[in-house]
C-alpha cells in the first residue's frame, strides 16, 4: 500500500521530524496532564478548550500570549548562548533582576530626558546590569576558580534582595500603597505598546535578540570560534582560540539578553521597580533553551508553547478552581518526557 | 597467607601459562602465537618496544579482551577469563599504568572498598593493622590514614599492590610499573618484588626498561612485533642483547637517505629554538629539564623517546600551550617566550597531532568550519568568513599534496581517521609554515596514509619548512630525520646526525641504559 | 544586656535552621553520591503540602510526618530514575522537580488552605525550663525535629565516615568507575543516597508547615531549598558542618529581627543575602580546596561532562 505522503515527506524532512517530535512530546504531556487534572476531579476537556478559546480564539488573549513570550524569549537565548560554548548559565533570574534594577536608576536618574535619549539608554543600561553580573561568575569560570553553575546559581538570589534593598530605602516611592515599589517611571522611559494591548516594544528586542543570536553563531566568524569552544575546548585553545576570553564575553552576552528582558518587564509592563518581577523566568528560559537543543526556531516554538502554558495556568485558576500553580505538572511533565527519552533529541 | 603453601616443588604446574595466543586487531597481528609462563616465587620479565604486544597480552591475561586463538590455565587446567571478574576471582591481580584509586579517600578506605569481607561497620583499626602487618611484610610502607592524593606516586602504586595482596591475589601483573618512579621508587620497588617472591607470588614484570629487567627478573621474555623474539636468560644476558631482541638488526637510514640533503640558503639562521627550556609539571606529566633544542629551515629533526620521556610536554612547550618556568624559546631570531599560541600560529607554526579528532578538529562541526579554525586572521571578511576564498585556497592545498578533498558538508566526525589526518595537515600546510610539530603523526593509521604522511612532511621540509617529528617508530625515524634526538626524562640525552646510529645505540638511550657497548 | 540578643538570636536561628539543616543533610547524601539536585526546593514542598494535608485530614501529625518523609523519598527516586537509570542531564532534571514540587505541592495542599492543625508537639525538658533567660525565650522548647537535628546530623556523619555503605556512597560520588573495578554497583548505592536524602528533605519541609508556620501555602519555602543547596557547599558536604552553618543562615534572619527590635536599622535584605554571599565568598577564598573537597564525580557534572 502506497505511504501516505505526509508520512512520506515527514520521513524525508530532518524539521519536519523534529517538529513531529516535538509535537508527539507535547500530546504526550497533554495527555498525562489531563489524568493528573481528572484525578483532582476537574475536567481537563473543558480546561484545554477554555484555554485555546482565550489564548488563540480572543485577541486579547493572543496578546497576553506574546506578552508572557517576551521575558521568556531573552530568557531562553541568555541561557543558549553561554550554552554553546559549554557554559551552564541558570542565573537568568538574578541577571534580569539586575538588568531591571541598572534601567531602573538610568530612569531615575534622567527622568527630564527625551524619550530618543532616554529609551536607548535605559535598554543599554538594562543590557548593562545583566551583563555585567553575569561577568562575574564569567571572570571566575574563566580563572578556573568558581564553575559558573554555582556562581550564577548563587547570584540569582541576591539580585533579587538587591532590587527589594532599593525599593524599600533610596527608591522607595513617597505615593502610599499596598506595597513597596519605586516612582513610575517618566513616559519617556517606557517602551511603547501596541494596539491598546500590553504587547510593548520588548517584543520587538526579544525577537531581534532572537535573530541575533541565531546570526552571531551561524554566519560570524566569531561564532565559528564559539561553536569550535564549545565542541571541543583543547582542540580550540590549541588552535588559538583565547578560551578563556570567550567563556567571560559569552556569559556576560547571555546575561545582558536576561537583563533585557528584565528591563522590557519593568519599562514595558510595570512602569516601576517592584518586587516579584519575575515568576522563575530565568528558569524557564534555561528549560526552553535546553528543550530546543539551543536552535533558534525551537527556542522560538518553545517560549510560545511556554506561554500557552502559563495562560492555561490562569484560565484554569478563573474556571476551575484549580491553583495558578499547578500548571508546573504539565511544565514538569513535559520536561521528564523529553529527559526520560535516552540520549534525546535535546541535548 | 601467600600461595608458598601450594608449594614450589619443580614438579608443580606453573601458577599462570599462556600458550599460543594470538589476537588480531584489523590488519595488525598484535600477538602472534605467543606462550608465556609464570611460576611460583619467580619475577619474569616481559620486554619489548611500544607497540609490540606486551599491552595486548596483559590484557588478556587479565580478562580484558579474549584471544582470537590459544588457551590460557592456572594450575595446568583451563581457563577461560571473560571479565576482569574472572580474572580476579582466580587470584589474578593487575597493577595498571593509570591508578584505579580515588584521590579523595584514605589509604585504608580505598583498600576497604576492595575488600570482599568487609563488615558493615568499617573497624578502621583492624584494617589498618592488617595493611600494616603486610606493609611491614613486604615493604609497603604507607599510612593508612593518609588521603591517596597527597601520596606520590611511588606510594600511590604501593596501595594499589596492597589492594591486591589484601584481595589475595597470587599472581600480580605490573604494566609498566617504574615509568612513574623516581630511582630511589624503583630500587624499593625492586626490594619488593624480592620479598613478594620469597613468599611465593608470581610476579609479571612488563617493562621496556632493560636494566631493571635484568636487575630483578628471573626469567625474561621479548616480545618484538607480536611474537616472542626471545627469551634469554638473565644471568647470561646483557643489555646489548636485550636491545638487539627488542629492536632487532636493523640497518639505519632508508634508501631516500641516499638524496642530497637540500641546500640550505648560505647563512640563514636557525627557525625554532630552545634554550635550557624547562617546564613544571602536573600530576603524571614529565618535567623538561634545561632542554636545548635547534630546528633549521629545510630539515627534519626527529625526536625519540619511549613513552613517558616528556614528547607531549615538548610539543606543547614549543606550541605555546605551556609556559617555559624557566628558558628562552626563540622563533626566527626574535624573543618569542612569552607569545601566544595564536601568535605563534600566525608567524607560521603548525600541528599535526597524534589524535586529530581530539586535538586540532572539532568533532560536530563541518570540514568547511574545520578548515578555517586555526588560519588566524587570514580569511576574516567583516563579520563573517570569506568561505569562497578558504574553499579555494584549501582545495589548493589538498592538491598539492596530492589528497582527494573532502565533502566539505560533513561533520569531521563522519570522516575516517586517515582523511581527518589528510584534512588536519592540508590546513595545516597551506599557508607555508615556518615549522612544523609533528607529534606522532601516523599513529594508528593505516600504512597507505601514514606512508603519504611521511611523504609529505619530506616535501614540506624540501620547500625549506622545519620539521620537529616526535616519533616512536624507529622505522619512520631513520627513514625522515635529517637529525635525530633522544628524548629521556624531560631532557635530551643523545644527537646523531642521518645515517649516523644505529636502532641498538638509540635503544639505550631511549631506555635509559648506558650498555656496554657505548663505552 | 546582650545576653538576651545572643540568646534571642540564637533561639531564632536554632528554630530557622531545623529545616535547613534537614534538607541540607539530605542534600549532601546525595551531592556524596555524585548526583546535585536542585530541584531540592520542590521536594521541600511536596513534603511541607503531604505532611499538612495528611495531618489535617487525620488530625495527627505523627501521620503526616512520616508522609512527608515518604513523600520525599519517593520524590527523590523519581528524580533517581531520570538521572541515573534515563542518564538524563541533572541540572535540567532537578529544575523539573523544582516545576513538578510547585505543581503537586498546589494541588495536594489547595484542599486544605486555611485549616487548622495541631502540629508537632513542642517539649521541654523540665530542668531546663527553670533558668530564667530560657523560660522567656523558645530555647529547648523544641518539637521531636528540632531535638532528633543534631542527633541526625551527627548519625549521618557516622554512616558516611564510619560504615561501609557510607563509604561505598562517598567511593560512587568520586569515581563511578573505581567503584563499579571494586565491584560494587553505583546505581543501587545513588538510589539508595537518593531515597534517604529525599526523607530528609520531605521531613524539614515538614518542619515548616507542621511547626513554624502551622500553615500551608503555595510556595511557602520561599527559596529555603536554595539556600540548603548553597549550605551543602559552604559546609564542604560535611554533615557536622552543615549544622553550624544552618545556625549561621538561619540565624542572619534572627539577627535582623533582633536588631530591628532594638531599633539599629540593617536592611533584612542585606541579611538575606548574607547565606549565598558568604557561600561564594567562601568558595573564592577556598577555591582550590573547596573545589577539591566536592566529591570529584559531582564536579563533572557542573562541568556539563557526565
Known amino acids: 500500500m502506497p505511504e501516505p505522503a505526509l508520512a512520506a515527506a515527514v520521513r524525508r524532512s530532518p524539521a519536519l521530524r523534529a517538529s513531529a517530535r516535538y509535537l508527539a512530546v507535547v500530546l504526550a504531556a497533554l495527555a498525562v496532564f489531563a489524568a493528573v487534572l481528572l484525578l483532582a476531579g476537574k475536567d481537563p476537556l473543558r480546561a484545554y478548550a477554555d484555554t485555546f478559546r482565550d489564548t488563540l480564539a480572543d485577541a486579547y488573549g493572543f496578546s497576553e500570549l506574546l506578552v508572557r513570550m517576551t521575558p521568556l524569549l531573552l530568557a531562553a537565548v541568555a541561557v543558549a548562548l553561554p550554552a554553546r560554548l559549554g557554559l551552564i548559565n541558570v542565573g537568568g533570574e538574578g541577571q534580569l533582576y539586575m538588568g531591571a534594577w541598572l534601567a531602573s536608576a538610568g530612569a531615575l536618574l534622567f527622568p527630564r530626558w527625551p524619550a530618543w535619549l532616554l529609551l536607548p539608554l535605559v535598554a543599554m543600561l538594562g543590557f548593562a546590569g545583566g551583563a555585567l553580573w553575569a561577568a562575574i561568575p564569567g571572570v571566575l569560570r574563566g580563572l578556573r576558580l568558581v564553575n559558573e553553575t554555582i556562581a550564577t546559581l548563587l547570584l540569582n538570589y541576591v539580585a533579587p534582595l538587591v532590587v527589594s534593598y532599593s525599593i524599600f530605602g533610596p527608591w522607595r516611592s513617597a505615593e502610599s500603597s499596598a506595597y513597596p515599589q519605586s516612582p513610575a517611571f517618566a513616559d519617556a522611559a517606557r517602551l511603547p505598546s501596541f494596539l491598546d494591548t500590553r504587547i510593548h516594544a520588548g517584543l520587538l528586542v526579544s525577537l531581534a535578540a532572537l535573530l541575533f543570536y541565531w546570526l552571531l553563531l551561524e554566519k560570524t566568524r566569531w561564532g565559528v570560534q564559539m561553536r569550535a569552544i564549545g565542541g571541543n575546548p583543547e582542540a580550540a585553545q590549541r588552535l588559538g582560540i583565547p578560551v578563556a576570553v570567550w567563556i567571560v564575553v559569552a556569559l556576560a552576552m547571555g546575561g545582558g539578553m536576561a537583563g533585557l528582558a528584565g528591563m522590557g518587564e519593568v519599562m514595558g509592563i510595570h512602569g516601576r521597580l517592584r518586587q516579584g518581577l519575575s515568576p522563575g523566568y530565568g528558569f524557564t528560559g534555561f528549560l526552553i533553551a535546553w528543550l530546543a537543543g539551543g536552535r533558534a526556531m525551537g527556542i522560538l516554538l518553545m517560549a510560545f508553547l511556554f506561554a500557552m502554558i502559563t495562560s492555561a495556568g490562569d484560565t484554569l485558576q478563573i474556571t476551575q478552581g484549580v491553583p495558578y500553580a499547578v500548571v508546573n505538572i504539565l511544565l514538569a511533565v513535559i520536561l521528564f518526557i523529553v529527559l526520560a527519552r535516552r540520549r534525546g533529541w535535546a541535548r | ?519 | ?306
Request: with cysteine; charged share 20%; net charge positive.
Open chain 3, 1 to 306: 544586656m546582650t545576653t538576651p540578643l545572643l540568646v534571642g538570636i540564637l533561639a531564632g536561628a536554632i528554630l530557622s535552621g531545623t529545616s535547613l539543616l534537614y534538607a541540607a543533610l539530605g542534600e549532601t547524601i546525595g551531592e556524596r553520591a555524585g548526583i546535585v539536585n536542585l530541584g531540592l526546593e520542590g521536594i521541600l514542598l511536596i513534603g511541607a503540602s503531604v505532611g499538612f494535608a495528611v495531618t489535617a485530614a487525620t488530625g495527627s501529625a505523627w501521620w503526616g510526618l512520616p508522609a512527608a518523609a515518604a513523600a520525599g523519598a519517593a520524590s527523590n527516586l523519581l528524580f533517581g530514575w531520570l538521572v541515573v537509570a534515563r542518564r538524563a542531564n541533572q541540572l535540567a532534571s532537578g529544575l523539573a522537580m523544582m516545576f513538578l514540587g510547585f505543581g503537586v505541592s498546589a494541588l495536594v495542599g489547595a484542599r486544605w488552605v486555611g485549616a487548622v492543625i495541631v502540629g508537632l508537639p513542642k517539649w521541654r525538658p523540665p530542668l531546663l525550663g527553670t533558668l530564667p533567660w530560657v523560660k522567656s525565650s523558645t530555647l529547648f522548647h523544641y518539637d521531636v525535629l528540632t531535638w532528633l537535628a543534631l542527633p541526625v546530623a551527627l548519625l549521618l556523619w557516622w554512616v558516611l565516615f564510619r560504615t561501609r555503605w557510607g563509604l561505598r556512597v562517598r567511593a560512587v560520588g568520586e569515581s563511578p568507575t573505581a567503584t563499579y573495578a571494586a565491584g560494587i554497583d553505583p546505581s543501587a548505592l545513588q538510589y539508595q543516597a537518593l531515597a534517604a536524602g529525599g526523607a530528609l528533605g520531605g521531613v524539614a519541609g515538614a518542619h515548616l508547615s507542621l511547626s513554624l508556620t502551622l500553615t500551608w501555602a503555595e510556595y511557602m519555602t520561599a527559596g529555603r531549598g536554595f539556600i540548603a543547596i548553597a549550605l551543602v557547599i559552604f559546609s564542604k558536604w560535611d554533615p557536622l558542618r552543615a549544622v553550624a552553618g544552618a545556625l549561621l543562615f538561619g540565624g542572619a534572619e534572627a539577627l535582623q529581627l533582633q536588631l530591628q527590635a532594638r531599633g539599629v536599622e540593617i536592611s533584612p535584605f542585606l541579611l538575606e543575602m548574607s547565606p549565598y554571599v558568604l557561600t561564594l565568598v567562601v568558595l573564592l577564598a577556598w577555591g582550590g580546596s573547596r573545589r577539591l573537597a566536592a566529591p570529584a564525580s559531582l564536579g563533572r557534572t557542573f562541568q556539563g561532562v557526565q
Open chain 2, 1 to 519: 597467607m601467600g600461595p608458598r603453601d601450594a608449594g614450589t616443588s619443580p614438579g608443580a604446574p606453573p601458577l599462570l601459562e599462556a600458550r599460543s595466543i594470538r589476537k588480531r586487531y584489523g590488519p595488525v597481528l598484535a600477538n602472534d602465537g605467543v606462550d608465556l609462563t609464570l611460576c611460583r616465587g619467580e619475577v619474569h620479565a616481559l620486554l619489548g618496544e611500544n607497540g609490540a604486544g606486551k599491552s595486548t597480552l596483559s590484557k588478556i591475561l587479565y580478562g580484558f579482551i579474549r584471544p582470537d586463538a590459544g588457551e590460557l590455565l592456572w594450575n595446568g587446567e583451563r581457563v577461560e577469563l571473560g571479565s576482569p571478574r574472572d580474572a580476579r576471582r582466580l587470584g589474578i591481580g593487575m597493577v595498571f599504568q593509570s591508578f584505579m584509586l580515588i584521590p579523595a579517600l584514605s589509604v585504608l578506605e580505598n583498600i576497604a572498598l576492595f575488600l570482599g569481607d568487609l563488615p558493615a561497620i568499617v573497624r578502621g583499626e583492624a584494617v589498618g593493622r592488617r595493611i600494616r602487618a603486610l606493609g611491614d611484610r613486604f615493604g609497603l610502607h604507607v599510612d593508612p590514614s593518609a588521603p591517596v592524593r597527597q601520596l606520590s606516586v611511588g606510594d600511590q602504586q604501593k596501595v594499589e599492590i596492597l589492594k591486591l595482596l589484601l584481595a589475595e591475589a597470587r599472581v600480580l601483573v605490573f604494566d609498566e610499573p617504574t615509568k612513574v618512579l623516581a630511582p630511589h621508587e624503583v630500587r624499593a620497588l625492586v626490594r619488593v618484588f624480592g620479598a613478594l617472591k620469597a613468599e611465593g607470588y608470581a610476579i609479571l614484570f612488563i617493562t621496556h626498561k632493560l636494566r631493571e629487567a635484568l636487575a630483578c627478573a628471573d626469567r625474561i621474555t621479548v616480545l618484538r612485533q607480536g611474537r616472542v623474539a626471545g627469551r634469554p636468560r638473565p644471568d647470561q644476558a646483557d643489555a646489548a642483547t636485550l636491545v638487539k631482541l627488542m629492536f632487532g638488526d636493523r640497518e639505519p637510514g632508508p634508501s631516500v637517505a641516499a638524496e642530497a640533503a637540500p641546500s640550505r640558503p648560505p647563512g640563514a639562521g636557525p627557525i625554532f629554538e630552545l634554550r635550557g627550556a624547562w617546564s613544571r609539571a602536573s600530576g603524571s606529566e614529565t618535567p623538561l629539564r634545561g632542554l636545548d633544542l635547534t630546528i633549521r629551515a629545510g630539515e627534519i629533526v626527529g625526536v625519540a623517546g619511549v613513552s613517558g620521556s616528556g614528547q607531549k610536554e615538548l610539543g606543547d612547550l614549543i606550541l605555546g600551550l605551556r609556559p617555559l618556568s624557566a628558558g628562552t624559546r626563540w622563533f626566527d631570531g626574535e624573543d618569542a617566550s612569552s607569545w601566544s599560541i595564536a601568535r605563534l600560529r600566525e608567524r607560521g607554526v603548525a600541528f599535526v597531532p597524534e589524535d586529530p579528532l581530539a586535538m586540532a578538529a572539532v568533532p560536530g562541526m563541518s570540514v568547511r568550519e574545520n578548515l578555517v579554525l586555526g588560519t588566524g586572521r587570514r580569511y576574516w571578511k567583516g563579520a563573517t568568513v570569506d568561505w569562497p576564498r578558504l574553499e579555494s585556497a584549501m582545495t589548493a592545498s589538498f592538491g598539492a599534496l596530492a589528497f582527494p578533498v573532502p565533502p566539505l558538508d560533513r561533520p569531521a566526525f563522519a570522516l575516517s581517521g586517515g582523511n581527518l589526518q589528510r584534512m588536519v595537515i592540508a590546513r595545516e600546510l597551506a599557508h607555508a609554515p615556518r615549522l612544523v610539530v609533528a607529534l606522532y603523526p601516523t599513529r594508528g593509521l593505516d600504512v597507505r596514509s601514514a606512508v603519504s604522511v611521511r611523504e609529505l612532511l619530506q616535501r614540506a621540509r624540501d620547500t625549506g619548512t622545519g620539521v620537529l617529528l616526535i616519533s616512536e617508530d624507529l622505522d619512520e625515524l631513520a627513514e625522515l630525520s635529517d637529525r635525530l634526538l633522544v628524548l629521556y626524562g624531560g631532557a635530551v640525552t643523545g644527537e646523531f646526525a642521518r645515517g649516523g646510529w644505529t636502532a641498538e645505540e638509540v635503544g639505550h638511550l631511549m631506555t635509559g641504559s648506558k650498555g656496554a657497548a657505548l663505552a
